[in-house]
């Protein structure tokens, strides 16, 4: 939903970095678990939830900065591209909200060793290649995701009105996806689990 969304605030371009920022981000978390600090945010709830509360505010902070410059990039449409984030602020991004997902972090660290064979060799390496392979496929479903949700951006571009549209829901959708990483850590707090 992130990549779907950037690439209705940005482009295709922007989207696709995005999704490769977020792989990366995914398979440095990868690396992380497979190093074996996968157990110990399984046993700290404290670690998870400092975790999910970082990502699911950075998503909400990356949904009010497009809202905060919508207009702007309408605007500047008309001349230059001048708003747009340069290519190391999109896979920043993109590696930032792939590194902090709770729910990759959960995932590799529940799911991941299920496969694993110790017979087969270092688990460390097993897992290692479990995280590349999960990086790979992100970026190719992202990826189409981003080109097929930012081709029909072109035709939004054409009006001032459709693009600040466009631009809204994209920050908009930013903000909701917060919230609903927050949603579970809220919870958790005011239900005193």
Known sequence: MFVVARAVAWGRATAW??????????LALSVVIALGLGPLFQRSALLLAIVQGLGGLYLIWLGIDALRHRRAHVDAMVTVDEEKPSLWQVIRQGFMVGILNPKALVFFSAVF???VEP??????????????????LSVLLDGMWAIVVGSSRDWFVTSDKRLLVLRTVGGVVMIVLGVLVLIPLIWSVVSGA
């Open 113 to 115: 060793p299920q496969f």
């Open 119 to 136: 017979a087969s060799g270092s688990v460390t390496v097993q897992l290692l290649i479990f995280g590349l392979i999960f990086a790979v």
């Open 17 to 26: 970095l995005t999704a490769l920022g977020n792989a990366f981000g995914m």
